[in-house]
Every structure is written in structure tokens, then in C-alpha cells.
């Protein structure tokens, strides 16, 4: 399992989120068998709804961001719960393009920027939702920018996924994200622009050995600190039979008996986020369809 920490300057003015998502990561690649450039602009996304996640306050609540920047990647989703562990899934998994001239992969150009960057929490009570337009379709960038505009919190934001050129299994993951807190003061934003535009790649420095506790000492230069919590994070799906019924009953009778095929004799739900399959017979499929039938004639 991968790891998150989470700490608070001295002063209580910013607070910052590092977590290793390599396995998280990885899986996700298994699961959707992604690209690399895929597994590159997933990966991104499931380590920033990480840190993301971990900002929720009770064991229920949940975030997900949803982003389609028009690119060949279609629609990413991913669904983060308050410890961190998340979800995702993304429309073409299979999409990749030529390397960057810089020899990068092109995660902006897959996602796209002609798009929008959706949250929305979940936290027990009307889901709070907020949209910004996609600056870049890189992520990170996207990310901070949301923060900014949509809650007005100044925000660091750096996530990383390399992926191996001899073998795309290998795989690197990780992310930083620090926000100023009420009272930061303009000496310690200051003190935090100037170590972010010094501070390495993520994927540079977890591959150096660097702790996630070094990575924050990076981040918080010349700023003392002290470690609030640590945990370890998955990637987690709570998908259920009893969740794809519920999706069926949405639809009409005539449509739950049709799912049915006629040579296997039964209906089977593939879920998005892990690959699990469901399977309904047509006597399962009749007892829904008959639900809806009665709900309809009350």
C-alpha cells in the first residue's frame, strides 16, 4: 500500500499533503489497461483527489473530480474518499500520443484544455460543487487554479507519473500538495513560491529516495513543521450487486427485461472504476422489472 502524510508549519498558517500513489497508481494501469500517456493523466488525477480527500472531515464523506478537456482521453473521472483511498476511471484508456519534444509524455494535449475541471463534495449534506474552466490540462496546474478561483485558497499543487520507457508497468507516482491557511502572512506565501519554483519533480525526487517528510521540508523551506498524521492509502472500489440493481431500477421494465442475451440467458454489468462483473439471470431481471412496474402504479 502506498502512503500520506499530512503537516502543518509552526506557525498554522499552511498546511501540506505528500503521498507516494505508485502502487495506486499501478493498479489503476492493470485495471484499465491504460496507455502510458493514460496511465500518466490518470495517475495524476487519482494522487491529487488523494490529498484532495484527506481534507474531508468525517468517515462518509467524498470527493470526485471530473474532467473532459476535449482531448483523445474523453471524460477522467476519479472519487476519493476522506483517508485518501480513491477510484477512476477515464473514457479511452487505450488513447496515447507521441512523446513531447522535452521527451515527456503529452498529458496535456490527451486530456486537452478545452474543458472544464469539476468537484464535487459529498460531506453529509447538499454536495458542494465547483467548476473552474481547464488552464492546461496538465492537472496540477488545474488543480491550484480551482483552489484559487473557486475558493480562493492559495495552493501549491505538483504531481508526477513516470512510467517506464522499456516497460510501461514500471511505475513512479506521487504528489504535493500545500494551501495557506487563514493569517498566512505575505512573508511565509513568499517563502512558499520561492521553494516551489526550486523544488525538483516528485517523480525526481521519490526516485532519489527522498522521504515524503523531505519532500515537505522542500516545500516548507525555512518554515519548522511538525507531522500531523500518516496512513496508508489504496486504491479502493465499493462497488456491489446491490448498487447495479439500484442502477436499474432507474430504467423502465421493458428496458430491464431487454438487457437479457439470448444466447448466454443472462445480463452482465461491468463496473467503470474496477472491472468487476455482475451477472443478472431473466428471472432476476423480471423481479426488478416488476419492482419499477409497482412503483409506478402507486
Not at 490540462?137 to 517506464?164: H, N, R
Not at 525526481?204 to 518554515?223: F, H, N, P, T
Request: hydrophobic share 40%; net charge positive; aromatic share 4%.
Amino acid at each position: 500500500m502506498d502512503r500520506m502524510i499530512r503537516c502543518i508549519t509552526e506557525s498554522g498558517n499552511l498546511r501540506a499533503f505528500a503521498v507516494d500513489s505508485t502502487y495506486m497508481v499501478a493498479t489503476a494501469q492493470q485495471i484499465h489497461m491504460a496507455s502510458p500517456t493514460a496511465t500518466a493523466a490518470l495517475g495524476r488525477l487519482l494522487t491529487g483527489a488523494s490529498m484532495m480527500g484527506a481534507m474531508l472531515k468525517n468517515p462518509s464523506d467524498s470527493l470526485q473530480i471530473r474532467i473532459n478537456g476535449g482531448g483523445p482521453l474523453g471524460d477522467l473521472v476519479a472519487i476519493a474518499n476522506s483517508e485518501g483511498n480513491c477510484r477512476g476511471y477515464m473514457s479511452n484508456p487505450k488513447a496515447d500520443l507521441p512523446l513531447r519534444s522535452d521527451g515527456k509524455l503529452d498529458v496535456g494535449k490527451a486530456v486537452g484544455h478545452d474543458g472544464f475541471l469539476n468537484v464535487m463534495r459529498n460531506e453529509g449534506h447538499k454536495p458542494y460543487t465547483g467548476r473552474i474552466k481547464l488552464i492546461s490540462g496538465e492537472i496540477a496546474e488545474d488543480l491550484a487554479a480551482y483552489y484559487a478561483a473557486s475558493e480562493q485558497i492559495p495552493t501549491v499543487c505538483a504531481l508526477g507519473v513516470l512510467v517506464g520507457k522499456e516497460n510501461s508497468q514500471q511505475v513512479l507516482a506521487g504528489g504535493l500538495l500545500v494551501q495557506a491557511l487563514p493569517g498566512v502572512t505575505k512573508k511565509e506565501l513568499d517563502q512558499l513560491e520561492n521553494s516551489a519554483t526550486q523544488l525538483p519533480a516528485i517523480t525526481e525526487m521519490l526516485s532519489r529516495g527522498l522521504s515524503l517528510e523531505d519532500i515537505c521540508a522542500k516545500a516548507l523551506a525555512g518554515m519548522p513543521f511538525k507531522k500531523l498524521k500518516e496512513n496508508k492509502i489504496s486504491y479502493v472500489c465499493n462497488c456491489s450487486k446491490d448498487a447495479v440493481e439500484r442502477a436499474l431500477l432507474t430504467l423502465k421494465p421493458e428496458e430491464i427485461r431487454s438487457l437479457a442475451d439470448k444466447k448466454s440467458g443472462f445480463a452482465e454489468a461491468r463496473c467503470n472504476y474496477c472491472g468487476k462483473k455482475y451477472q443478472f439471470t431473466v428471472e432476476e431481471l423480471n423481479i426488478l422489472a416488476g419492482k419499477v412496474e409497482k412503483r409506478q402504479k402507486k
